[in-house]
């Protein structure tokens, strides 16, 4: 079982290579693929988390499509004064399919 904790957005993603993933949005190269920077490697029974070992490793994906996340609602409101305040937000997402864990 090869595993990868991969860093993406300020969030961290447990990854397999098949495994399909939605992230903060991310550009994509001529070929649509993205290279993800690992924070963790689990292969068998070895754990591999040194920086220097790390850097070595490679995790790609491949980019299937941008979306846009579900719309949240962030209202204020403030007692007897009169102020009232609504905004809506949909984050940016790309969702991608692992490759490879080299």
Not at 5 to 14: H, L
Not at 88 to 99: C, N, S, Y
Request: no cysteine; aromatic share 2%.
């Amino acid at each position: 079982m090869v595993y990868a904790v991969v860093r993406a957005g300020g969030r961290q993603e447990k990854v397999e290579v098949g495994s399909i993933v939605t992230l903060d949005r991310i550009k994509a190269d001529e070929q649509g693929n993205v290279t993800l920077a690992p924070v963790l490697l689990v292969d068998g029974n070895t754990v591999t988390s040194d920086a220097s070992a790390l850097a070595k490793v490679t995790v790609t994906a491949e980019v299937l499509g941008d979306l846009r996340g579900k719309k949240i609602i962030i209202q204020k409101f403030k007692n007897k004064t009169g102020y009232k305040k609504r905004q809506g937000h949909r984050q940016e997402l790309t969702r991608v399919k692992i490759t490879g864990i080299k």
